[in-house]
């Protein structure tokens, strides 16, 4: 039912990837060209770690509403969690990918935004947790018929 425990972890999850938009991943303390333009490594740097965060957040969204099938739920959960781990591993390749071209004097400080796709991961585990539970108890109540 949409008013259980997942549901709450699902829009937590969600909430972790739609807080990207306003999280850094990194920034730096001088402007270079490339991702750090505007001093700052975020998610709208580059599209396919928008899109990553758009689609992770909105399916989280759209697992909510699909409390009657909790198969369906739950595979859904796991998409979450792969676009979870996705997200980090992209923005690490993109980013190293260009930090080679960063001269010595630019200093990085990582952001609250790397903890923002683990918290998804997390929050979704738990959503599938609370699925899988709600399922055994339901086929438990079937078997007593």
Known sequence: MIQRIQTIFLLLAAAAFFSLFGLDFASSNAE????LSDKAFDIQDH???T???VLGGVLALATIFLFNNRTLQVRL??????LAIALPVAATALFYGQFSALPSNVKLTYGIGLAAPILALIFTALANRFINKDEKLVKSMDRLR
Request: glycine share 18%; aromatic share 12%.
């Open 32 to 35: 270079h060209a490339g991702f």
């Open 77 to 82: 959960g796991y998409g979450v969690i792969l």
């Open 47 to 49: 599209i396919a770690l």
């Open 51 to 53: 899109v990553l965060a």
